[in-house]
């Protein structure tokens, strides 16, 4: 059993960064592939990026690629999206997401265990 925490979401300006968090508790942290996702204001929930359990291995949605960078630190059980350049479009609620099946997964089946989310506003 995993559970996941996120925290750091904010209501910034269009161009501003935000930093956010996800604690992780329970067993095996370290063995986790962990995940972003996201979900707007009706629209479903969307794929974000990913980052393997050793870290070696990340991916990231076209719309993000070159803005937001996912890291993780397993000593402390976090992972972190640090986003910058932040667009209106990328206001959502951010859900952090953890799989002990997949190497890395871009799609909310491949995870088991979700965060109840922070939310993310940037105006214009």
């Known amino acids: 059993q995993v559970q996941l925490v996120e925290s750091g979401g904010g209501l910034v300006q269009a161009g501003d960064s935000l930093r956010l968090s996800c604690a992780a508790s329970?067993?095996?942290?370290?063995?986790?592939?962990m995940g972003w996702f996201r979900q707007a204001p009706g629209k479903e929930r969307e794929f974000v990026s990913t980052?393997?359990?050793?870290?070696?291995?990340?991916y990231y949605a076209d719309f993000v690629k070159g803005r937001f960078t996912i890291t993780r630190d397993n000593a402390k059980n976090t992972v972190n999206l640090q986003m910058n350049t932040l667009k209106p479009e990328d206001t959502a609620v951010y859900y952090c997401?953890?799989?002990?099946?997949?190497?890395?997964?871009?799609?909310?089946?491949?995870?088991?265990?979700w965060g109840q989310g922070t939310q993310v506003t940037v105006s214009s």
């Open positions: 329970g067993r095996n942290f370290n063995r986790n592939t």
């Open positions: 997401a953890a799989s002990q099946r997949v190497v890395f997964g871009k799609t909310g089946r491949d995870y088991d265990y």
């Open positions: 980052i393997s359990w050793s870290g070696g291995v990340t």
